[in-house]
């Protein structure tokens, strides 16, 4: 079985900073390995939507609400993956989720980590 865990998260006051990071272990597939990983988030009353993404290729995507102020990142030799926040506003206050992309020639299943809330509150 794979595993997401996830750490980081917190309460920080607007302008100020935290970093998320993630984890991927185990496989589904013999001979797998993570593929595209991505962050995910969900306020309370609203649909979860995403925050941005990054691929095998190291290419990256960012959701309008974090462009600018958000870097995800990841290390292949860890199967880990980092989302730095800088300049959180309010808005910004959600369940962060991590997921993984597990692929082989076997087939492909999407991992989620449990779940992480940033809090940004004066």
């Known amino acids: 079985q794979v595993q997401v865990v996830q750490s980081g998260g917190g309460l920080v006051q607007p302008g100020g900073s935290l970093r998320l990071s993630c984890a991927a272990s185990?496989?589904?597939?013999?001979?797998?390995?993570?593929?595209?990983m991505g962050w995910y988030r969900q306020a309370p009353g609203k649909q979860r939507e995403l925050v941005a993404t990054?691929?095998?290729?190291?290419?990256?995507n960012y959701a309008d609400s974090g462009k600018g102020r958000f870097t995800i990142s990841r290390d292949d030799a860890k199967n880990t993956m980092t989302l730095q926040m800088n300049s959180l506003q309010p808005e910004d206050t959600a369940a962060y989720y991590c997921?993984?992309?597990?692929?082989?020639?076997?087939?492909?299943?999407?991992?989620w980590g449990q779940g992480t809330q940033v809090t940004v509150s004066s």
């Open positions: 997921k993984a992309e597990f692929r082989s020639q076997l087939g492909r299943h999407d991992a």
């Open positions: 185990g496989s589904i597939f013999s001979g797998d390995s993570v593929y595209d």
């Open positions: 990054v691929t095998r290729s190291l290419n990256t």
